[in-house]
């Protein structure tokens, strides 16, 4: 018994020793073969600690090497590289942009990270005339089209709420704000993209060129190929907006003024809206960027300890339409059942409404409240459950609104094309309902982690207890069981596609859907 015992422990020796060569032996080659691509950029190989974090600031994976590339090929020619070490290599490829994902999406433990952020230099081309377009990289920030747009008078249909994010992240997921009901999120508003599969070929797609690739990239969380460029659609950009709040003590009221804003033709241009719980002197905290309209009763609302559900619009305009918008605000307003006391409006600049969040982010940054863990939870709804939703989740879960703002509005799947990769729930209408939390580091109150996590999983396992149909916005799931079920019917399509554009599981190794060299199974 004691000699087999020794056997068995002088053999596992053996084995691991030999892994230890195996690795020691390849670690090098590897590191020799990237470092003797062609390419116009250059590879990092020390200073990893920032691809190996993102905004959610709760997971950290080290890469292997940081590639900072100077053109599309040194992307296609290090992707390329990989396909062609076979199914043996471990390495795997993260695009990283602003490193805006929540549960370390753009990582690659082991892998190579790209920064994407390292095209930004490349020109962007805008196409003017009766169906304005531009040309941009993929890993171009949206303030930057934003701001070069406004030179030519023009500007993107749809955004999210922070523009700071690059074209080929948002692209990936879906895009959207309170822009969607009218203009559909970002990937509706998409002619053409060019993409490096995992093959490490570079490829251009629209939906008349390549459409299975085309759709699969728009929503598909880089699972099919590696956003490059992207030509996005344009329109004429307005020079003023006025930004307009009110508050509800009713959901259902709210939720029937919302709906009714977005459908048909509305007066407004965006509209958002989010939930306040057990929070105090509301008002008083518009009043740095809003007015009241009705100042002397605006004083006597009290918001202490109520559930208050508020409702957010913003009307584009020109500064000569002033009188003509100022009157259809106000008609639009009175077929409202707000509490007329509440209501706040603000004017601002065009790109001062857009980026509004940006704002935020340097107070924050200021008080050192910025990079902490974001726990987010976003769930896209059924219009259907929403009541249900809402009576349980906002009454029962959640006690207060301290830990960031819970963002709720409705979205028409009639904007949204089936085609592409993103997942919604099967009603016209849907909810995106966004828990946007801040954790205090090391605080074990509710405030804390642990807390928030906690909660984001008791709404989770009500949803799935209560048959919701509801869906995970920006998703993740430990499992390819659970990704399974969050694709449903759509699975096996998203399965093919992956075979087709990226078999050996080389890129967004973050997701966690695939691992390389395994089967998929359908």
């Known amino acids: 018994m004691q000699r087999n015992m020794l056997f068995l422990r002088s053999f596992m020796i053996l084995v691991l020793s030999c892994i230890a060569i195996k690795i020691n032996l390849c670690f090098p080659n590897i590191l020799s073969s990237l470092k003797t691509l062609p390419i116009d950029g250059h590879f990092n190989f020390e200073q990893l600690h920032h691809a190996a974090k993102d905004f959610g600031n709760r997971y950290s994976f080290l890469p292997l090497a940081v590639l900072h590339p100077n053109s599309v090929s040194d992307i296609a020619t290090t992707v390329k590289h990989i396909w062609q070490m076979g199914p043996g290599s471990d390495l795997t490829v993260a695009a990283r942009g602003h490193g805006h994902s929540l549960q370390g999406q753009s990582q690659a433990h082991g892998g190579i990270v790209i920064n994407m952020k390292s095209l930004q230099g490349l020109k962007m081309q805008f196409h003017i005339g009766n169906l304005p ?33 690059t074209v080929g992240g948002t692209l990936s997921n879906a895009g959207i704000s309170g822009q969607a009901f009218r203009h559909g999120p970002q990937i509706s508003n998409v002619h053409q993209l060019e993409v490096v599969t995992g093959k490490g070929e570079v490829v251009t797609c629209s939906e008349k060129q390549n459409s299975d690739l085309f759709h699969g990239v728009l929503g598909g969380l880089g699972q099919f190929g590696i956003i490059t460029r992207a030509r996005i659609s344009l329109e004429p950009a307005p020079e003023m907006v006025k930004w307009i709040r009110v508050l509800y003590t009713d959901f259902a009221t709210f939720t029937r003024d919302q709906e009714e804003l977005t ?128 009576q349980q989740v906002f009454g029962n879960i959640l006690t207060d609104t301290c830990n960031g703002p819970i963002l709720i509005y409705p979205v028409n799947k009639s904007k949204w094309d089936n085609r592409t990769s993103v997942v919604t729930p099967d009603e016209d209408v849907f909810y995106l309902v966004a828990f946007l939390s801040s954790a205090v580091p090391s605080s074990t109150g509710n405030d804390g982690l642990d807390h928030i996590l906690i909660q984001n999983k008791r709404i989770l396992e009500f949803c799935e207890i209560a048959r919701l149909g509801v869906k995970q916005y920006l998703p993740h799931y430990s499992t390819q069981g659970e990704w399974k079920a969050h694709f449903g019917s759509r699975w096996e399509v998203f399965v093919r596609r992956k075979s087709s554009y990226d078999p050996l599981a080389i890129l967004a190794p973050g997701q966690r859907i695939f691992q390389k060299a395994v089967p998929y199974s359908q």
């Open 133 to 165: 377009y531009v040309d941009v990289f993929g890993g171009e920030l949206w303030i930057n089209i934003l701001r070069e747009g406004l030179k030519h008078g023009l500007a993107p249909k749809s955004w999210t709420d922070y523009l700071h994010l």
């Open 263 to 390: 459908s048909g033709e509305s007066t407004f241009d965006y509209v958002e809206g989010f939930v306040i719980i057990n929070r105090t002197g509301l008002l008083n905290n518009w009043r740095s960027s809003f007015n009241p309209q009705d100042p002397v009763q605006a004083s006597k609302f009290k918001s202490d300890g109520r559930t208050l559900f508020c409702l957010e619009l913003a009307k584009y305009f020109n500064r000569d339409e002033t009188a003509v918008v100022n009157r259809e605000i106000h008609s639009s307003l009175s077929q409202l059942n707000h509490i007329p006391s509440t209501l706040f409006v603000s004017e601002v600049p065009y790109i001062e409404f857009l980026d509004r969040v940006h704002i935020s982010e340097i107070k924050l940054r200021s008080k050192g409240l910025w990079e902490v863990p974001h726990p987010w939870l976003n769930l896209l709804v059924p219009r259907s459950k929403i009541q249900t939703f809402a």
